[in-house]
């Protein structure tokens, strides 16, 4: 089967890189699914699980927000955070989720919403992959 290469690469540094033979993930318009030989397409990212398989396995990043840039023969994500399923920590997602949750809750007319659903919502996102470990 043809493989594309793939890149995810955050302001820390690359946090995947590797040969795969379909990606999906979620943009801000949709769900995503590229195969090689995919027409050249650039898309903001949803905070979502990016699945990736390669012929060696199949891995799971959190990703949360930024851009695709898709082309015939590559995948490059530039992501604000990006943690593979095997490097999340469980202890620390739950704690966030906790901590969103609770500032949502509370509505304080100090309390930035919109940031404290994003907090809750990449949580979500880092736990729900790390059940991919």
């Not at 995919?38 to 927000?65: D, F, N, R, W």
């Amino acid at each position: 089967m043809k493989t594309m290469k793939v890149s995810i690469v955050t302001p820390n540094g690359p946090a995947y890189e590797g040969e795969t033979e379909f990606v999906s993930t979620k943009a801000t318009s949709g769900e995503l699914g590229i195969l090689p030989g995919h027409i050249s397409t650039v898309a903001p990212l949803a905070t979502a699980p990016v699945k990736i398989k390669s012929p060696a396995g199949t891995y799971y990043v959190a990703v949360s927000g930024g851009f695709i840039e898709i082309r015939p023969e590559a995948v490059t994500i530039l992501a604000q955070s990006a943690e593979a399923s095997t490097e999340i920590d469980v202890e620390r997602a739950v704690e966030a989720k906790k901590r969103a949750e609770k500032r949502l809750q509370e509505r304080r007319p100090d309390t930035d919403i919109k940031r404290a659903e994003l907090a809750l919502h990449k949580a979500m996102n880092r736990l729900n992959v790390a059940q991919y470990k």
